[in-house]
């Protein structure tokens, strides 16, 4: 089976940065895509930031310039380094990665979310 673990969450004041870590473990051939979302108390999830295979990137307007994401294919492993955060970046982020993997002996291509980690953004 094909878990995402993160790290790197806490309480930061305005201004100042966090770095979030996920790491992919199983038997896994490639991952396509690997993502961060975010949910805030009383809100529906959102996309904060997207990596493919072909390093190609894509990020939530309210993040574009402040948080940048990058992957390490080789301990597949994504970051995302968060600067210059604010309080409406306080949420719930979640780590999301299409998978190629080995599943009960077989190849199989599939979606799988992380625990989540808490972001506290303090004014």
């Known amino acids: 089976q094909v878990q995402l673990v993160e790290s790197g969450g806490g309480l930061v004041q305005a201004g100042g940065s966090l770095r979030l870590s996920c790491a992919a473990t199983g038997i896994i051939f490639d991952i396509n895509a690997m993502g961060w979302y975010r949910q805030a108390p009383g809100k529906q999830r959102e996309l904060v930031a997207v990596i493919r295979s072909a390093s190609s990137t894509n990020y939530a307007d309210s993040v574009k310039g402040r948080f940048t994401i990058s992957r390490a294919n080789a301990k597949n492993t994504v970051y995302l380094q968060m600067n210059s955060l604010k309080p409406e970046d306080t949420a719930v982020y979640y780590c999301?990665?299409?998978?190629?993997?080995?599943?009960?002996?077989?190849?199989?291509?599939?979606?799988?979310w992380g625990q989540g980690t808490q972001v506290t953004v303090s004014s």
């Open positions: 999301n990665a299409l998978v190629n993997a080995l599943v009960r002996d077989l190849p199989r291509i599939s979606d799988y």
